[in-house]
């Protein structure tokens, strides 16, 4: 069978689903790969590059769509891809199917197979697979560059012949996945880092990369706001107000604040207001992680960096991982190497689609014209 990667049409997005390297893997499975000419480019590779790895280079969407079984992309598909795909062919790409109800009639209406890398379930087995991590993780390391190329000075202090300079002080909050990565970049270039998270069983992870676990004194316990499952609930009003208070008191010493704060299914959560914005020094940054989901900041707007009256500036931008294109491609062409790996159990470049595999099945929004989203709950943890 022959997998085609197609260029992505979002404008602005500069990842790939297949880098020459992912592609001799693919190879290995025993599939022909195919890529849309320029497909890479943004992200740092040239149709020379896949040819070399042996990949064909279509000349057009239209060649691509015409001989490959299974695509593979990065963003969920637009309705003009989505009435390209038919009942021999299978899909891979981000889908979103809970925010994506009319992309999924659409998709289950031509019978083909869609497999959706948001909806890889979280268990150990998949972590390989799991590409809302590997662009979290991203997305957390490019915030605090960003955050950096805002801000003014040092992260780390110096003694200099010219004089003193203290180190910045930096805020994360929410330590899921981004968080704990702009944690590990932050305190590696010489922050002084804190954290915080409703969910307490993450204070030793934050401890354990350098940054101040920030502790509520909330009835000795801060388990107001974690759910189970590892993910969080909205918190009590009296948590949230004790949380405000926190950060209220901690506005005027920090300059960089990260927020990643996000609690499934909702908007995000405002935990950084108006008030605690004015509270900054000029010159302070908020990098809003959250800012697709509404943003954790007041002051947040989605896509663009602003400056607030006292000069702090608030950057809203939602593409992180595309803006690293190179890094993020390659995490997510492995992503998907690995999916291909558990649909190909005799690595004969056949399409097995084991609809009894917990994570296929999980991962699985529609398949021969059903809508299957959502899955039921894995059987295995
Ligand atoms: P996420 O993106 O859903 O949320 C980010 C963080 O925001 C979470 O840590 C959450 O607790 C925090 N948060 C929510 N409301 C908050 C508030 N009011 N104040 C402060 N923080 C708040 O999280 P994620 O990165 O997807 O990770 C969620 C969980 O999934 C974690 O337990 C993580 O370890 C787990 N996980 C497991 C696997 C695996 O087993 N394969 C892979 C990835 C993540």
Request: aromatic letters at 6%.
């Given at each position: 069978?022959?997998i085609?990667?197609?260029?992505?049409?979002?404008?602005?997005?500069?990842?790939?689903?297949?880098?020459?390297d992912?592609?001799?893997?693919?190879?290995?499975l025993?599939?022909?790969?195919?890529?849309?000419?320029?497909?890479?480019?943004?992200a740092?590779?040239?149709?020379?590059?896949?040819?070399?790895?042996?990949v064909?280079?279509?000349?057009?969407?239209?060649?691509?769509?015409?001989?490959?079984?299974?695509?593979?992309k990065?963003?969920?598909?637009?309705?003009?891809?989505?009435?390209?795909?038919?009942?021999?062919?299978?899909?891979?790409?981000?889908?979103?199917?809970?925010?994506?109800a009319?992309?999924?009639?659409?998709?289950k209406?031509?019978?083909?197979?869609?497999?959706?890398?948001?909806?890889?379930p979280?268990?150990?087995?998949?972590?390989?697979?799991?590409?809302?991590?590997?662009?979290?993780?991203?997305?957390?390391?490019?915030?605090?560059?960003?955050?950096?190329?805002?801000?003014g000075?040092?992260f780390?202090?110096?003694?200099?012949?010219?004089?003193?300079?203290?180190?910045?002080?930096?805020?994360?909050?929410?330590?899921g996945?981004?968080?704990?990565?702009?944690?590990?970049?932050?305190?590696?270039?010489?922050?002084?880092?804190?954290?915080?998270?409703?969910?307490?069983?993450?204070a030793?992870q934050?401890?354990?990369?350098?940054?101040?676990?920030?502790f509520?004194?909330?009835?000795?316990?801060?388990?107001?706001?974690?759910?189970?499952?590892?993910?969080?609930?909205?918190?009590?009003?009296?948590?949230?107000?004790?949380?405000?208070?926190?950060?209220?008191e901690?506005?005027?010493?920090i300059?960089?604040?990260?927020?990643?704060?996000?609690?499934?299914?909702?908007?995000?959560?405002?935990?950084?207001?108006?008030?605690?914005?004015?509270?900054?020094?000029?010159?302070?940054?908020?990098?809003?992680?959250?800012a697709?989901?509404?943003?954790?900041?007041?002051?947040?707007?989605?896509?663009?960096?602003?400056?607030?009256?006292?000069?702090?500036?608030?950057?809203?931008?939602?593409?992180?991982?595309?803006?690293?294109a190179?890094?993020?491609?390659?995490?997510?062409?492995t992503?998907?190497?690995?999916m291909?790996?558990?649909?190909?159990?005799?690595?004969?470049?056949?399409?097995?689609h084991?609809?009894e595999?917990?994570?296929?099945?999980?991962a699985?929004?529609?398949?021969?014209?059903a809508?299957?989203?959502?899955?039921?709950?894995?059987?295995?943890?």
């Open positions: 069978m022959k085609g990667v197609l260029k992505e049409i979002t404008v602005g997005e500069a990842r790939v689903a297949m880098t020459p992912s592609a001799l893997q693919l190879q290995k025993g599939y022909d790969c195919v890529i849309e000419t320029g497909a890479g480019l943004a740092g590779f040239s149709d020379e590059t896949y040819r070399a790895a042996g064909e280079i279509a000349p057009s969407s239209d060649s691509l769509w015409a001989s490959a079984d299974v695509i593979a990065v963003r969920p598909p637009e309705s003009t891809e989505t009435e390209r795909l038919g009942p021999e062919k299978t899909l891979i790409s981000f889908f979103y199917p809970a925010q994506n009319a992309l999924l009639e659409q998709a209406a031509t019978g083909a197979n869609i497999v959706a890398m948001d909806m890889v979280r268990i150990s087995r998949a972590q390989k697979m799991d590409a809302l991590s590997s662009m979290a993780n991203i997305a957390g390391y490019r915030a605090v560059i960003e955050a950096g190329n805002n801000f000075r040092f780390t202090g110096q003694v200099t012949a010219a004089g003193k300079v203290p180190p910045a002080k930096v805020l994360v909050i929410g330590a996945v981004a968080g704990l990565a702009a944690i590990g970049t932050a305190t590696s270039l010489g922050a002084i880092t804190y954290a915080f998270d409703v969910r307490p069983e993450v030793e934050i401890e354990s990369m350098g940054a101040e676990f920030v509520l004194d909330f009835n000795e316990s801060q388990q107001d706001g974690a759910a189970t499952g590892g993910y969080a609930a909205p918190s009590s009003p009296e948590f949230r107000e004790k949380q405000l208070a926190k950060f209220r901690l506005a005027p010493q300059d960089i604040v990260i927020t990643t704060a996000l609690i499934p299914g909702r908007d995000a959560p405002k935990l950084w207001l108006a008030d605690m914005v004015a509270a900054m020094k000029p010159g302070s940054v908020i990098i809003d992680l959250a697709e989901r509404g943003g954790n900041c007041d002051l947040t707007v989605a896509d663009q960096k602003i400056v607030s009256d006292n000069g702090v500036t608030v950057v809203g931008y939602t593409d992180f991982p595309s803006r690293m190179a890094q993020s491609s390659t995490l997510y062409s992503n998907i190497r690995h291909m790996t558990d649909l190909t159990p005799a690595k004969d470049g056949k399409l097995v084991n609809m595999d917990d994570v296929i099945r999980g699985t929004v529609a398949f021969k014209g809508i299957t989203y959502p899955p039921p709950p894995p059987k295995i943890q």
